[in-house]
């Protein structure tokens, strides 16, 4: 059974940086796309960024885009969201997800979840 355990998270100040780490654990299926997410209390989820693991490239979300970065140990099998410069406009839970597939930017596309992290910038 596979399993996505995330930590990080927490409160930052305006312009400060958090890094969000997630861990795959369990199963025996491949994957080739590795993604972020987030949701706002009221909002639908909302696409932050994905790694192709194929390509080792990544996209972004333009309102994050130059902020943050996506990266992967692949001896520890985490996906790591490092995200700086952050602003009150992404205070929200934040979700890593995997595909069986190449992933993209719907959450549709993902098939497992982690628990969720909750980000708050406030000063």
């Known amino acids: 059974q596979v399993e996505l355990a995330q930590s990080g998270g927490g409160l930052v100040q305006p312009g400060g940086s958090l890094r969000l780490s997630c861990v795959v654990s369990?199963?025996?299926?491949?994957?080739?796309?590795m993604a972020w997410f987030r949701q706002a209390p009221g909002k639908e989820r909302q696409f932050v960024g994905t790694l192709n693991l194929i390509e080792q490239s990544t996209y972004f979300a333009h309102t994050v885009k130059d902020r943050f970065t996506i990266s992967r140990d692949d001896a520890t099998n985490t996906l790591y969201l490092q995200m700086n410069s952050l602003s009150p406009e992404d205070t929200a839970m934040y979700y890593c997800?995997?595909?069986?597939?190449?992933?993209?930017?719907?959450?549709?596309?993902?098939?497992?979840w982690g628990q969720g992290t909750q980000v708050t910038v406030s000063s």
């Open positions: 997800a995997e595909s069986r597939g190449y992933g993209g930017t719907s959450p549709d596309s993902y098939q497992y």
């Open positions: 369990g199963g025996a299926v491949t994957f080739y796309g």
